[in-house]
């Protein structure tokens, strides 16, 4: 089981699947394989620090969740070494390509990654957005050897090995205010802990520019306890939205038919601690059926 998660920030990851990453490695072991690709340099996200200084903390922050975590961590690179610029709001060639080469490059089973706003009310998160569309724009072109000349204008690969195109599932978006739904709900009461400390890995962000920038009323948590309840309420704000159990902590995902289509049967088997609602999963597995007939 490969699996990548694609995000716009530092810390997106862990406030939408890293709960569910750590199901699949406490089930599978080595056989799972988790990688995060961080899609901007985060370093217009603070107040108070310089671009440069935010950019070198949230980097850091990331790697320091990831070794918590036992995940992979990538930043998303250009041409030239550099990434991409907190901000990420035009859909590049550039961007796309990079997107390309690291899917095709790590070949996961599952690709993870924000949803596009369905609802013209929704509030939207640009760079959130921009990395949805990009994902949906290269979905087809995964499998499609030479559809950017590579990262050096190489000539074509007369012998291009084939590769399977991901399931490409869409996460929870708290910037999608009532627009937000969901086929698959994973249970990650078990994996709270973590989350937590995955979480306040990100000091950068929870206890400073968060709270500062006024839009999640979040406060700055003196402690990790503070944090823990506050990462409880939000979880069950989550909860309450979806019609969930507000007493569980819960990670939601839809899928899509942007990539491969899977089977209802196929997401039951891989996905631990699943919540095996008939109704849900019933119009999941009628929809499935209608798009793998089309």
Not at 183 to 200: K, P
Request: glycine content about 6%; overall charge negative; some cysteine.
């Amino acid at each position: 089981m490969k699996v990548l998660h694609v995000h716009a920030h530092f810390d997106d990851f862990e406030f939408c699947s890293a709960g569910t990453f750590e199901r699949w490695r406490r089930e599978l072991g080595s056989d799972f394989t988790g990688r995060v690709l961080v899609c901007t340099d985060g370093r217009a996200g603070h107040h108070r620090l310089s671009r440069a200084e935010t950019g070198r903390i949230r980097l850091a922050e990331q790697a320091a969740s990831a070794e918590l975590g036992g995940y992979q961590f990538s930043l998303l690179r250009q041409r030239n070494g550099e990434p991409f610029a907190e901000g990420c709001r035009v859909l590049t060639s550039e961007l796309l390509e990079a997107l390309w080469l690291e899917i095709r490059a790590f070949e996961p089973d599952y690709l993870i990654c924000p949803p596009l706003p369905s609802d013209p009310l929704a509030g939207v998160h640009p760079d959130h957005w921009t990395v949805a569309e990009a994902v949906r724009r290269i979905a087809y072109m995964i499998n499609v050897p030479h559809a950017f000349p590579g990262p050096s204008g190489a000539p074509d690969d007369p012998s291009p090995r084939w590769l399977k195109t991901p399931v490409i599932l869409n996460t929870y978006d708290a910037y999608q205010a009532g627009a937000n739904q969901f086929d698959v709900a994973v249970d990650v009461e078990s994996c709270f802990e973590l989350i937590g400390l995955e979480s306040w890995c990100h000091q950068s962000q929870i206890r400073e520019w968060l709270p500062w920038v006024g839009r999640h009323a979040l406060p700055a948590p003196a402690h990790l306890d503070e944090w823990r309840q506050t990462l409880r309420q939000r979880f069950g704000r989550q909860a309450r939205e979806l019609d969930l159990s507000p007493d569980r902590v819960w990670e939601v995902f839809v899928v899509t038919a942007w990539g491969s289509i899977p089977t209802a049967q196929q997401l039951a088997q891989d996905f631990p601690g699943l919540d095996q609602d008939a109704g849900r999963l019933q119009r999941l597995e009628t929809r499935l059926k209608r798009w793998q007939s089309t």
